[in-house]
């Protein structure tokens, strides 16, 4: 489904995760416990969150593998930046535009003892971390695009639609300027959005984008919306015509 629909739809995905009365404080992910505090994106409420640990094999909590530094745009509860420092990572920095989900993944955190990698910071994509780099830059994006004019109704809206993609099209221009030297810039996006917008921005930065992970999900409130989920890289072009 695409366009005004599938955005009317996201709206109201994100109306009733926060009205419905079995909104929980606490859920359950990869066998641990998490809070979930008011006005943040909630895990138990879509699959995404499980999606996105899966395609970065951050599935298995604690498990090790990971080295580095990790930056997690669009933190929300903070399940994959905590995820991150469990599997192994040294610095992990815990972003969101959303002030309660920045409190959200410093609770979760330092619940899960990781407070001293971890670092929670409001920001604006990357308005507050231009100074830093980072092995693994990542966001778990609000992928339905919503009308150029649209203006959110509440900050949860934010996880939920992007108004002409303008935060996409500066992540795919920026996220590639915050990696470390071997760094990856990534994105969890759907097919819910809209691919070839981003590979339009993504031509016009000299950068190309690869689908580096897929899964595909039978999702919706009728059982009926077959969505694909990929990770993709963001790269500079190399001129060999990709993107
Ligand atoms: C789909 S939710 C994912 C939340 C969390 N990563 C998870 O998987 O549960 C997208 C997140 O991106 C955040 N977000 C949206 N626009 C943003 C921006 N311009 N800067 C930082 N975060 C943003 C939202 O507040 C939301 O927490």
């Not at 996880?159 to 590639?176: L, M, Q």
């Not at 070839?196 to 984008?209: I, M, N, P, T, V």
């Not at 989920?229 to 993107?243: C, P, S, T, V, Y």
């Amino acid at each position: 489904m695409v366009g005004t629909q599938s955005f009317v739809r996201s709206l109201e995905r994100s109306r009733l995760s926060l009205t419905r009365p079995d909104r929980p404080v606490e859920f359950e992910l990869l066998g641990l416990r998490w809070d979930l505090l008011d006005e943040v994106f909630a895990p138990v409420f879509s699959p995404s969150t499980a999606v996105a640990l899966d395609l970065l094999g951050l599935g298995q909590a604690g498990r090790g593998g990971w080295s580095g530094s990790f930056l997690e745009i669009g933190c929300g509860t903070g399940v994959i930046a905590v995820c991150a420092a469990l599997a192994g990572c040294e610095r992990v920095v815990a972003a969101d535009v959303n002030p309660r989900a920045v409190e959200n993944a410093a609770l979760n955190a330092a619940r899960h003892g990781v407070a001293d990698r971890v670092r929670a910071v409001r920001s604006d994509l990357f308005s507050e971390l231009r100074e830093e780099r980072f092995d693994t830059v990542f966001w778990s994006s609000n992928y339905v695009r919503a009308p150029e004019d649209y203006t959110y109704g509440s900050m949860h809206e934010r996880a939920y639609v992007d108004p002409g993609y303008r935060a996409h099209r500066r992540y795919v221009a920026e996220a590639p300027l915050l990696l470390a030297p071997g760094g990856r810039a990534l994105l969890h996006f759907s097919s819910r959005g809209v691919l070839g917008e981003l590979r339009e921005f993504a031509r016009e930065y000299g950068r190309h984008l690869e689908v580096v992970g897929s899964v595909e999900l039978v999702e919706g409130e009728y059982g009926d919306d077959v969505v694909e989920h990929l990770l993709l890289e963001i790269g500079a072009d190399d001129g060999a015509g990709r993107g």
